[in-house]
């Protein structure tokens, strides 16, 4: 069967290529868009007749919205409190300002517990800071325990996807990689196999790998608890069966109480799996003698956060907390999956959220990525205006584009500034439209239709033909008809 | 390590510089949080049997096995399903009611069993704290009935026992009991219970739909569970 694509995707957006250019060798291959396109129908119609069982769906989104927000706006005193409650509960709180901190700070915490092995159950934040290839490249090999991730490792593959990240590999390809890698020659491609083959092959590493790293979908600043939610149990087996625990989360994760997770569990749910409730949730506080892991360590990511706070019309980036509703949602999703993003965090909240983690540094071409079509605010469980967000920083990258140097030799500077003069005098326009016709004659095919442009008109031609210009404008037709006609004639229609 | 403790003040500090007011302190969240909108369901509706009706239905939709029984009954039903099982070696927590034990079977009682002990066992009996109509869900707080949380993580047959008292119908009832301090005279009928420091929450077995969202049950929790709802006499 076939393997995944033959390009390996690239998920870190400093040396991603731009989306354009990513996205073609998702686009010309079938296989990968039929994947795609059918693990998204099936969530997106759970989704939706759950979402529209729920009759207080919009007051449940508003008191998310803002809890989220009120939690944002408090956060180092929230962090702080988080900080007092889990020390006192018997944890230990780290602090890392960017990536490279947070894996030195997760290293040396694994080599005081000698350890050459760790599980870990499936974080985001960890494909973000990169964590896998460094301790591997530090001598502790890390094994994924979520189902999905373990496609991923053992196949090599790149997440296409926040909640289901292999939803880009069908059941022939799962086969093809845990029969190559698990030395299993005669496993049929039935999913309920395919899992039986997983459960086996994780269960000795769950008994004996002492130590584990998990991400956190919140953190309790009341309480000092943090929050796993999942769906296999693999979770479960990496809370309780080590001895070492150590929970890498971002500074945006905190909810100011206990009770906030009645709104937040209720929308997470429905809105990334289209389930009721996930089979899973688990909740736990510092260390608890006798159960569980005795040794326990939070380390908080900033890596980017705190300037995303500065911005008011942005800031609202951090209210998510990653259900994927949007990437579900998102028309340009379902046609490209996830690799085109260049980041672990695809789709709409992928295209606001990681050119500003990138402190706009990188990962330019996302903001553009989008049709502005909303669907994924209206989605959106705690209400971020994506949409709002994208046109901010769309207007962020033309002003970077603006003081770029090299700018007086790209052609569409120049198109532009020529266009400017030729709209501003009605004649100068009519004469550009004369030799514009003739200029344009000469694409335009036997059809009517232009296929292909030069230069930036390439721009337009690579992904849609372009109607020829008529022999006639508008203009020169309203001229020719003579001052006896009038509008009433004209809506009547011409014969 | 000084890099590290300094990593603390530089976080902070950008997020305070980052936001309005930098000077709020917990009281003047507290004040905040407290004018936030709350307009959702935060009370159920349904009658005590329909309540119960729907819980069940929710468990039976995650393949879960739902029985029904009075108080006086469940002794007997539980040997029941213990025999129907199959089973033999069975882990149960350490304040698990002893008439719950049905003679017949090995019981380990864990006072303290090593992860290869649960491990061995094919089944686990265990208490709850509450449960959620609308999502047919079980709340596991842990205590002395409900066992550590590796104890109902194993096995791979969980049997867990439920009166009809500690199901609630909606997800905020359920976190309204836990707000609630325990009367110190406490009661068999005190629902309250106390903020959690471990909880646990199940809605039906170990799934996935990594592979094709095709659902499969029992990934790495137990692959089988039963409840047992016992209604209240009178």
């Given at each position: 069967?076939?393997?995944?694509?033959?390009?390996?995707?690239?998920?870190?957006?400093?040396?991603?290529?731009?989306?354009?250019?990513?996205?073609?060798?998702?686009?010309?291959?079938?296989?990968?868009?039929?994947?795609?396109?059918?693990?998204?129908?099936?969530?997106?119609?759970?989704?939706?007749?759950?979402?529209?069982?729920?009759?207080?769906?919009?007051?449940?989104?508003?008191?998310?919205?803002?809890?989220r927000?009120?939690a944002?706006?408090?956060?180092?005193?929230?962090?702080?409190?988080?900080?007092?409650?889990?020390?006192?509960?018997?944890?230990?709180?780290?602090?890392?300002?960017?990536?490279?901190q947070?894996?030195?700070?997760?290293?040396?915490?694994?080599?005081?517990?000698?350890?050459?092995?760790?599980?870990?159950?499936?974080?985001?934040?960890?494909?973000?800071?990169?964590?896998?290839?460094?301790?591997?490249?530090?001598?502790?090999?890390?094994?994924?325990?979520?189902?999905?991730?373990?496609?991923?490792?053992?196949?090599?593959?790149?997440?296409?996807?926040?909640?289901?990240?292999?939803?880009?590999?069908?059941?022939?390809?799962?086969?093809?990689?845990?029969?190559?890698?698990?030395?299993?020659?005669?496993?049929?491609?039935?999913?309920?196999?395919?899992?039986?083959?997983?459960?086996?092959?994780l269960?000795?590493?769950?008994?004996?790998?002492?130590?584990?790293?998990?991400?956190?979908?919140?953190?309790?600043?009341?309480?000092?608890?943090?929050v796993?939610?999942?769906?296999?149990?693999?979770?479960?087996?990496?809370?309780?069966?080590?001895?070492?625990?150590?929970?890498?989360?971002?500074?945006e994760k905190?909810?100011?109480?206990?009770?906030?997770?009645?709104?937040?569990?209720?929308?997470?749910?429905?809105?990334?799996?289209g389930e009721?409730?996930?089979?899973?949730?688990?909740?736990?506080?510092?260390?608890?003698?006798?159960?569980g892991?005795?040794?326990?360590?939070?380390?908080?990511?900033?890596?980017?956060?705190?300037?995303?706070?500065a911005?008011s019309?942005?800031?609202?980036?951090?209210?998510?907390?990653?259900?994927?509703?949007?990437?579900?949602?998102?028309?340009?999703?379902?046609?490209?999956?996830?690799?085109?993003?260049?980041?672990v965090?695809?789709?709409?909240?992928?295209?606001?959220?990681?050119?500003?983690?990138?402190?706009?540094?990188?990962?330019?071409?996302?903001?553009?990525?989008?049709?502005?079509?909303?669907?994924?605010?209206?989605?959106?469980?705690?209400?971020i205006?994506?949409?709002?967000?994208?046109?901010?920083?769309?207007?962020?990258?033309?002003?970077?584009?603006?003081?770029?140097?090299?700018?007086?030799?790209?052609?569409?500077?120049?198109?532009?500034?020529?266009?400017?003069?030729l709209?501003?005098?009605?004649?100068?326009?009519?004469?550009?439209?004369?030799?514009?016709?003739?200029g344009?004659?000469?694409?335009?095919?036997?059809?009517?239709?232009?296929?292909?442009?030069?230069?930036?008109?390439?721009?337009?031609?690579?992904?849609?033909?372009?109607?020829?210009?008529?022999?006639?404008?508008?203009?020169?037709?309203?001229?020719?008809?003579?001052?006896q006609?009038?509008?009433?004639?004209?809506?009547?229609?011409?014969k | 390590?000084?890099?590290?403790?300094?990593?603390r003040?530089?976080?902070?500090?950008?997020?305070?510089a980052?936001?309005?007011?930098?000077?709020?302190?917990?009281?003047?969240a507290?004040?905040?949080?407290?004018?936030?909108?709350?307009?959702?369901?935060?009370?159920?509706?349904?009658?005590?049997?329909?309540?119960?009706?729907?819980?069940?239905?929710?468990?039976?939709?995650?393949?879960?096995?739902?029985?029904?029984?009075?108080?006086?009954e469940?002794?007997?039903?539980?040997?029941?399903?213990?025999?129907?099982?199959?089973?033999?070696?069975?882990?149960?927590p350490?304040?698990?009611?002893?008439?719950?034990?049905?003679?017949?079977?090995?019981?380990?009682?864990?006072?303290?069993?090593?992860?290869?002990e649960?491990?061995?066992?094919?089944?686990?009996?265990?208490?709850?704290?509450?449960?959620?109509?609308?999502?047919?869900?079980?709340v596991?707080?842990?205590?002395?009935?409900?066992?550590?949380?590796?104890?109902?993580?194993?096995?791979?047959?969980?049997?867990?026992?439920?009166r009809?008292?500690?199901?609630?119908?909606?997800?905020?009832?359920?976190?309204?009991?836990?707000?609630?301090?325990?009367?110190?005279h406490?009661?068999?009928e005190?629902?309250?219970?106390?903020?959690?420091?471990?909880?646990?929450?199940?809605?039906?077995?170990?799934?996935?739909?990594?592979?094709?969202?095709?659902?499969?049950?029992?990934?790495?929790?137990?692959?089988?569970?039963?409840?047992?709802?016992?209604?209240?006499?009178?």
């Open positions: 069967m076939s393997r995944p694509a033959a390009t390996h995707p690239v998920l870190d957006p400093t040396l991603a290529p731009p989306f354009p250019q990513a996205v073609l060798p998702v686009l010309r291959n079938p296989q990968l868009r039929k994947n795609v396109a059918h693990a998204i129908d099936v969530i997106q119609a759970k989704r939706a007749s759950l979402v529209a069982e729920k009759t207080d769906w919009q007051e449940l989104r508003s008191a998310a919205s803002a809890i927000t009120h944002l706006e408090n956060l180092g005193t929230y962090l702080e409190q988080f900080e007092t409650r889990c020390t006192a509960a018997g944890g230990t709180v780290h602090w890392a300002a960017d990536a490279a947070a894996r030195q700070i997760i290293l040396d915490l694994l080599r005081q517990e000698k350890a050459s092995e760790v599980i870990k159950i499936k974080t985001m934040t960890s494909a973000e800071i990169q964590l896998n290839p460094f301790l591997e490249a530090n001598g502790v090999h890390a094994f994924e325990t979520d189902l999905a991730e373990i496609i991923l490792q053992l196949g090599e593959g790149e997440p296409s996807h926040i909640v289901v990240p292999a939803l880009h590999v069908n059941r022939s390809q799962v086969r093809e990689i845990f029969a190559r890698t698990m030395g299993l020659k005669d496993l049929s491609d039935d999913p309920k196999v395919l899992t039986n083959a997983a459960r086996t092959y269960r000795k590493k769950f008994l004996t790998i002492p130590t584990a790293i998990s991400g956190a979908n919140f953190l309790i600043a009341e309480t000092g608890g943090v796993v939610v999942e769906s296999e149990g693999n979770g479960r087996m990496c809370l309780t069966l080590p001895q070492t625990m150590i929970t890498l989360a971002g500074i905190v909810l100011p109480r206990f009770q906030d997770l009645e709104v937040m569990l209720q929308l997470l749910a429905r809105s990334a799996t009721r409730m996930n089979p899973y949730t688990s909740i736990w506080t510092g260390v608890t003698p006798g159960d892991p005795q040794k326990f360590h939070v380390v908080l990511l900033d890596n980017g956060r705190s300037s995303i706070l911005r019309k942005h800031r609202q980036t951090l209210k998510c907390i990653r259900c994927a509703a949007c990437m579900n949602t998102c028309p340009v999703y379902r046609q490209t999956g996830g690799h085109a993003y260049g980041s965090y695809p789709g709409p909240i992928g295209a606001i959220l990681t050119p500003q983690l990138m402190q706009m540094h990188h990962a330019q071409s996302l903001p553009y990525a989008s049709s502005l079509c909303g669907a994924c605010y209206e989605v959106c469980p705690v209400k205006n994506i949409p709002e967000v994208l046109l901010e920083l769309r207007a962020e990258v033309i002003d970077q584009e603006r003081k770029q140097p090299g700018r007086a030799l790209d052609p569409m500077y120049w198109g532009l500034r020529i266009a400017n003069v709209f501003s005098r009605a004649w100068i326009f009519h004469t550009a439209q004369w030799f514009g016709r003739i344009l004659g000469l694409f335009t095919r036997k059809d009517g239709w232009i296929h292909s442009l030069p230069s930036v008109g390439g721009k337009w031609t690579q992904t849609r033909d372009l109607r020829g210009l008529p022999n006639q404008t508008f203009h020169s037709w309203w001229a020719s008809r003579g001052p006609s009038n509008g009433v004639e004209l809506i009547g229609g011409t | 390590m000084s890099a590290i403790v300094q990593s003040k530089m976080i902070l500090d950008r997020v305070r980052a936001i309005q007011h930098p000077g709020k302190d917990l009281a003047d507290a004040v905040e949080y407290s004018a936030l909108p709350h307009n959702y369901t935060r009370r159920g509706s349904l009658s005590t049997a329909a309540r119960l009706q729907l819980l069940i239905d929710r468990l039976r939709e995650y393949d879960a096995e739902v029985l029904e029984c009075n108080a006086g469940l002794p007997a039903v539980i040997a029941a399903q213990l025999a129907a099982s199959g089973r033999h070696t069975f882990v149960a350490a304040r698990l009611p002893a008439d719950w034990l049905a003679p017949g079977y090995e019981w380990r009682l864990d006072h303290g069993l090593n992860t290869a649960i491990e061995e066992a094919e089944g686990v009996v265990t208490a709850a704290s509450c449960a959620v109509a609308d999502s047919g869900t079980i596991i707080h842990h205590t002395a009935a409900e066992g550590r949380r590796v104890l109902t993580l194993l096995p791979d047959w969980h049997l867990c026992i439920l009809a008292s500690q199901v609630v119908e909606v997800l905020p009832e359920y976190f309204d009991r836990c707000r609630q301090q325990p009367n110190s406490s009661s068999e005190d629902l309250s219970m106390v903020t959690p420091a471990l909880a646990t929450y199940i809605s039906g077995p170990s799934a996935t739909a990594d592979i094709e969202m095709t659902r499969i049950k029992g990934v790495h929790g137990p692959r089988f569970l039963h409840v047992i709802l016992v209604r209240e006499q009178g």
